[in-house]
């Protein structure tokens, strides 16, 4: 099919695509540079249909926040707050359990786990919290626990990094969410985020894990001072992980979302730039099977549009979300089963249920509407 390129400097990407031919550094920089969405999504809905033709995937999860306690104060966060801080939150081991079997229905394949760098809360507390979900709901998949929380906890129980995931593994973690890894450079990483792990060392921590056999997702937060160099350099950071590992299922763009941070006066996102790194990472990312248009960040009608640019996997019911919304998103906190069904159908795709790992999630047809 002969398809209409304004931009010239994407005709040789488009050549490279056709025949399956990685991209380069440069490539990347022009994919970020041009203003040919129409061209670009078309380059990047060509990779996304060959691997996962016309098929959308969503899940049934719950997202776990046991505390926003965080002894980082990223300039990025509207989450963290200081311990003495009267709005801050901890849970107790019953609260995070009943917070778990809130709205709980046999249909929750997964809860998302991450929180605060608390200064208290330590190793053995995670994993009886862990043991005690997993006694619960012995079918939900744990995804828990960020890099930057796991080389916390190593840091403050003077362990290894390894040590730490094996004693997760053990209390029933069994893959890891995607956060925290930012934007890699470290000019700007010092400004938006200078207590957090170094970029490098996130990078390490999903190595590591990776090699003890848990998958993971990846994310890169996009929209504050980051340039178009910066996100390709991060992108093909991630590539080149993906490349020894394997380990990586998903990648999840991040919009910045500047309220109630100290970078507010920053502005949002737009749409364009949103879909613009949904395509440029679905081309870039030539081996990470996954692009997720996460609709608590773009919007659902933003991720909606975003599964014919790129992205193959709209996240899920999600049920209570407080990191986005600290930051002023203005999304639900949730979105029911049909909900994303519909969405995913109104823009011609299949839905297909997933679990964590993207294997089919089969349900009797008496269960579909579960008003999750
Ligand atoms: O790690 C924090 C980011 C992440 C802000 O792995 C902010 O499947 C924007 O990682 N504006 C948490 N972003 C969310 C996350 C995630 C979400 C959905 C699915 C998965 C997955 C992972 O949100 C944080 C940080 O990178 N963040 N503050 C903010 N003001």
């Not at 031919?21 to 996304?48: E, F, M, P």
């Not at 394949?109 to 043991?131: A, K, N, Q, S």
């Amino acid at each position: 099919m002969e398809i209409s390129i304004e931009d010239q400097r994407l005709r040789p990407i488009l050549e490279k695509v056709n025949s399956g031919a990685r991209l380069n550094y440069d490539d990347g920089i022009t994919l970020y540079r041009t203003s040919d969405l129409l061209a670009l999504g078309y380059l990047a809905n060509l990779v996304r249909e060959r691997l996962h033709g016309n098929v959308t995937y969503f899940n049934v999860n719950r997202h776990i926040n046991p505390t926003d306690v965080c002894v980082a104060s990223c300039r990025l966060c509207a989450f963290g707050k200081r311990a003495k801080d009267p709005r801050a939150y901890t849970m107790s081991l019953e609260q995070v359990w009943e917070t778990a079997g809130r709205g709980w229905t046999e249909a929750v394949t997964e809860f998302h786990i991450v929180g605060g760098l608390h200064p208290e809360l330590t190793l053995d507390w995670y994993c009886e919290m862990l043991r005690g979900l997993k006694a619960r709901f012995p079918q939900v998949h744990l995804k828990a626990l960020t890099m930057g929380e796991i080389a916390f906890l190593a840091r403050r129980g003077h362990i290894s990094v390894r040590e730490v995931i094996q004693r997760l593994k053990d209390a029933g973690v069994e893959s890891l969410p995607g956060g925290g890894a930012e934007i890699f450079n470290e000019r700007v990483r010092r400004i938006i985020c200078d207590h957090k792990i170094a970029g490098e060392e996130w990078i390490e921590v999903a190595r590591t894990a990776h090699q003890m056999g848990l998958k993971s997702n990846c994310t890169m937060l996009y929209g504050h001072l980051e340039n178009d160099e910066d996100r390709v350099d991060h992108l093909l950071k991630l590539r080149a992980l993906q490349d020894e590992t394997g380990g990586l299922v998903a990648f999840v763009p991040l919009a910045f979302h500047p309220d109630n941070t100290q970078l507010a006066h920053i502005p949002s996102t737009t749409g364009f730039a949103d879909i613009k790194n949904v395509a440029a990472a679905r081309l870039l990312l030539d081996n990470v099977p996954h692009i997720k248009a996460y609709w608590v960040m773009m919007t659902p009608r933003i991720a909606q549009v975003a599964q014919r640019f790129g992205a193959d996997d709209l996240d899920g019911t999600v049920v209570e979300e407080k990191i986005y919304h600290d930051a002023g998103a203005t999304t639900s906190q949730s979105l029911r089963r049909d909900e994303l069904l519909r969405l995913i159908r109104d823009a011609g795709r299949d839905p297909v249920e997933r679990d964590t790992l993207y294997r089919p999630v089969a349900r009797a047809g008496a269960t579909l509407t579960v008003p999750v």
